[in-house]
C-alpha cells in the first residue's frame, strides 16, 4: 500500500540546524519530494530526489534516502524564523505517477 | 501564465447544498490533480486527469463528487449534497506529462469549504 509517515512537531532554535524525517511504504517510488507550506498559502516545491540517490544538496537544504530502509530526512542548514512552516514528505507512486503526502511535520523556529 | 488559478477561494455552504470549484492549471501541462487537504493533516489524492481522461479516482471520491476536465484544459469538482465532513481544503494541482521533478507538481492556492 501507499503510506508516507512524519513526526508531527519539531522545535529549534534560530541558528541550528533542523532534520525532518519520513518513511515511506512503496518500493516503486521513482522520486521523492519535499513540500513547504506556510499558514495561508499554498504548497511550495522545496527539493526532490531521485529514487537512485542517496543524497541531494541544495544551498541550505540536505535530502537523504535510505532506500533499503524507505527513509527520508532533510536537513535545514542555519535554520531562520522565516523556515518555520509545515513540511511535507511525498514520494510519487509508480504507475500514474500520483504524490501521496504524509500528515507534515510542523517546524517552530525560536531565538 | 501565472500559475495555478483556483476560484473561488472561500466557499461557505448550508449543509446539503451542491457548490463548484473551478481549476485553471498552467496551460502547457496535461495533467491536473485534486487533492483534499483538513486540518492537521497532509493533501489526499482524490483524482487526476491526463487531459481530457479521468485516468484514477481514489475511494475517498464518494457518489457525490464529481470531476470534470471537457476540453482538456480547465478542470471543475462538484460536491452535491455537501456534508460537514465535507468542509476542507480542496488543492488542484499540474504537471507536465510525465512530471518532470524540477518542476514537481504546481499546487493551486486552494478553495476552502466550509458547510455549516
Known amino acids: 500500500g501507499e503510506d508516507v509517515e512524519q513526526s508531527l512537531f519539531l522545535s529549534v532554535r534560530e541558528g541550528d540546524s533542523s532534520v525532518i524525517n519520513c518513511t515511506y511504504t512503496d518500493s516503486s517510488s521513482t522520486y521523492l519530494y519535499w513540500y513547504k507550506q506556510e499558514p495561508g498559502a499554498g504548497l511550495q516545491l522545496l527539493t526532490y530526489i531521485f529514487s537512485n540517490m542517496d543524497m541531494k544538496q541544495d544551498q541550505r537544504l540536505t535530502v537523504l534516502l535510505n532506500k533499503k530502509d524507505k527513509h527520508l530526512s532533510l536537513r535545514i542548514a542555519d535554520t531562520q524564523t522565516g523556515d518555520s512552516a509545515i513540511y511535507f514528505c511525498a514520494e510519487e507512486t509508480g504507475g500514474y505517477n500520483k504524490l501521496i503526502f504524509g500528515a507534515g511535520t510542523r517546524l517552530a523556529v525560536h531565538p | 501564465d501565472t500559475g495555478v488559478s483556483q476560484d473561488p477561494r472561500h466557499k461557505i455552504t448550508k449543509r446539503g447544498q451542491n457548490v463548484t470549484f473551478r481549476c485553471d492549471p498552467i496551460?502547457?501541462?496535461?495533467?491536473l490533480y485534486w487533492y483534499r487537504q483538513t486540518l492537521g493533516q497532509g493533501p489526499e489524492f482524490l483524482t487526476y486527469f491526463q487531459n481530457e481522461a479521468q485516468l484514477e479516482k481514489s475511494r475517498l471520491l464518494s457518489d457525490r463528487f464529481s470531476a470534470e476536465r471537457p476540453k482538456g484544459s480547465f478542470s471543475t469538482l462538484e460536491i452535491q449534497r455537501t456534508e460537514q465532513g465535507d468542509s476542507a481544503m480542496y488543492l488542484c494541482a499540474s504537471s507536465l506529462d510525465p512530471p518532470r521533478p524540477n518542476y514537481g507538481y504546481t499546487f493551486g492556492s486552494g478553495t476552502r469549504l466550509t458547510v455549516v
Open positions: 496551460s502547457e501541462h496535461n495533467r
